[in-house]
């Protein structure tokens, strides 16, 4: 079963590139769809690290940086509990 994929030329071209060099490096001639085949075959086997590259680039704070913005909080010395903080919010 065949399918077409739809890439961008920057993709079709980093293709042909790496075809490029599989032929220089080993002297075989392999198909863009070979080469699809294996980079996906590889990839699913380790797909942890293709999750990770679709997650957003979230920089979590310091410790210092933790400190400095909880720095500005004040204990009122009134207790709350969810409820309270809920009818204050959206006036339940």
Known sequence: MSTSVKVTDTTKSRLEELQAEIR?????NVTQQELLERI???????????????RDDFESLSDEEIDQWLSGTVDSGVETN?????????GE
């Open 24 to 28: 220089l490096e080993t002297g075989q």
């Open 40 to 54: 996906v075959t590889d990839t699913y086997e380790s797909k942890d690290e293709l999750i990770e590259s679709f």
């Open 82 to 90: 969810e409820d309270e903080i809920d009818d204050v919010l959206y």
